[in-house]
Each structure stands twice: as structure tokens, then as C-alpha cells.
């Protein structure tokens, strides 16, 4: 069993920047792919970014590409997602997200395929 509990989340206006953490607990940290998923108002739950166990690779969304960047310290159980240039579309719940083992690409963005979850972080960005 893993925990995640996602912090940083807030209201910041549109140009902003916002850094999320998501601390996990319960298993060997290094050994999961972590994720950031979001979910805007009346929308479906979306991949924006993922990281693989290793560190290695990165994975991002079209629409966040350049924009955001996702990092993990292994020694601190943590992940990030550090968020530049926000839009008022980025407006959303932020969930971290967690599953073991090493996985392609294409994996990342599907939904049913993460096993841990967090309870979610708002982020507001404001005109």
C-alpha cells in the first residue's frame, strides 16, 4: 500500500507559478512511476505529467509541454510538478499518482493504470 499527499496547491494569477509536492508512504519510493493527473470543473480526469522510477524519463502532456516540469527525490519520498507560465485554463484538482514497476510511454496517460491515488491539491489560476 502507498500513500500520497499532495501540498502547494493554491490561487495564483495567469503568468504565475505554483510548485505541487506529493509525499509518498508506505513502500520503497524508488521502485513506483509517479504521476500528475488533473481535473477541471465538469471535465474528465487528465494526464499532465508523468516520471518514471528511475528518474529517467519525463512524460507531458501537449498541453502543459514547456510549461511544467516534474522531478522526484527519491530520498525525500517526494514528487514535484513545478508549474510556469500558468493559464486560467490550468484551473483544476492536481492528484499524484503512483504505480510499481517501469512502464513505456504510452502508459502514462491512462487513467485506469495507476494504482495509488492522493486526495488531490486545487489549483485556481485567476485572468
Known amino acids: 500500500q502507498v500513500q500520497l499527499v499532495e501540498s502547494g496547491g493554491g490561487l495564483v494569477q495567469a503568468g504565475g507559478s505554483l510548485r505541487l509536492s506529493c509525499a509518498a508512504s508506505?513502500?520503497?519510493?524508488?521502485?513506483?512511476?509517479l504521476a500528475w493527473f488533473r481535473q477541471a470543473p465538469g471535465k474528465e480526469r487528465e494526464f499532465a505529467a508523468g516520471?518514471?522510477?528511475?528518474?529517467?524519463?519525463?512524460y507531458y502532456a501537449d498541453s502543459v509541454k514547456g510549461r511544467f516540469a516534474i522531478s522526484r527525490d527519491n530520498a525525500k519520498n517526494t514528487v514535484y510538478l513545478q508549474m510556469n507560465s500558468l493559464k486560467t485554463e490550468d484551473t483544476a484538482v492536481y492528484y499524484c499518482?503512483?504505480?510499481?514497476?517501469?512502464?513505456?510511454?504510452?502508459?502514462?496517460?491512462?487513467?485506469?493504470?495507476?494504482?495509488?491515488w492522493g486526495q488531490g491539491t486545487q489549483v485556481t489560476v485567476s485572468p
Open positions: 499518482a503512483a504505480r510499481y514497476g517501469t512502464y513505456s510511454e504510452a502508459y502514462y496517460s491512462m487513467l485506469l493504470a495507476w494504482a495509488y
Open positions: 508506505g513502500r520503497t519510493f524508488s521502485n513506483y512511476a
Open positions: 516520471i518514471s522510477a528511475d528518474g529517467r524519463n519525463t
